[in-house]
């Protein structure tokens, strides 16, 4: 089992800054994926990025750019710092992992940008 929590949605206006993290804990040592993602009202739950360990990492072309993602080498936190930010970028952000062949998520962050 795998246990997520994530921290640093808020307010903010756009063009301004917030940094998301998600902490991992549990039997961490076989993920193989760690991202994020997002849902906004009305809309389907999207990729926003994630990194395949040892692989590669990938983007949203919607957020390429500005848009950051990284990780620890234990696999204990995975971040998203977004820059640039958008009245668009406006959901609810969710962490996700992978292990084996199991999707675990995270209880989900708003993130809210005004214009």
């Known amino acids: 089992q795998v246990q997520l929590a994530e921290s640093g949605g808020g307010l903010v206006q756009a063009g301004g800054s917030l940094r998301l993290r998600c902490a991992a804990s549990g039997s961490i040592v076989s993920i193989t994926r760690m991202g994020w993602y997002r849902q906004a009202p009305g809309k389907q739950r999207e990729l926003v990025a994630r990194i395949i360990v040892g692989v590669s990492t990938n983007y949203a072309d919607s957020v390429k750019g500005r848009f950051t993602i990284s990780r620890d080498n234990a696999k204990k936190w995975v971040d998203l710092q977004m820059n640039s930010l958008r009245p668009e970028d406006t959901a609810v952000y969710y962490c996700?992992?992978?292990?084996?062949?199991?999707?675990?998520w995270g209880q989900g962050t708003q993130v809210t940008v005004s214009s």
């Open positions: 996700n992992v992978v292990r084996g062949s199991t999707d675990y």
